[in-house]
């Protein structure tokens, strides 16, 4: 399964960007969705998980209350808003994605998704 990952750019501190992340065709929806984020010389971590369904979420204690995940299948696509983004924000963003049976939450460690968006540049200045 192949993702694509948009959206990313340069913003100030305090502002904000959407990130959107598509899948091909019917498999969108079997699968449960993650954001993660790696920054120069440190490990990729988790920013936002989503199931399937979209009824269950879950955030990084870095990112809650200022970011929210969200999904549209419909669109295939899943999305990263980012509000009151800080200079600690700055790292290249990937989308994840697992195909979970429907009973299945959201996913937080990067060892449980399969397919992997190439990642967008998100760049927060001071």
């Known amino acids: ?3 694509q990952a948009s959206g990313g750019g340069l913003v100030q501190a305090g502002g904000s960007l959407r990130l959107s992340c598509a899948a091909p065709g019917r498999t969108f929806s079997r699968l449960a ?3 993660f984020r790696q920054a120069p010389g440190k490990e990729r971590e988790f920013v936002a ?4 369904s979209g009824g269950s979420t879950g955030y990084a204690d870095s990112v809650k209350g200022r970011f929210s995940i969200s999904r549209d299948n419909a669109k295939n ?7 009151s983004l800080k200079p ?3 790292a290249v963003y990937y989308c994840g994605g697992k195909s979970t049976i429907l009973s299945v ?8 998704y ?3 968006g190439q990642g967008t ?6």
């Open 121 to 126: 540049q998100v760049t927060v200045s001071s």
């Open 33 to 35: 969705m993650g954001w």
């Open 77 to 83: 696509t899943v999305y990263l808003q980012m509000n």
């Open 114 to 116: 399969a397919y992997w």
């Open 105 to 112: 939450g959201h996913l937080r460690t990067r060892d449980e």
């Open 1 to 3: 399964v192949q993702l």
């Open 49 to 52: 998980g989503i199931s399937r």
């Open 88 to 90: 600690e924000d700055t």
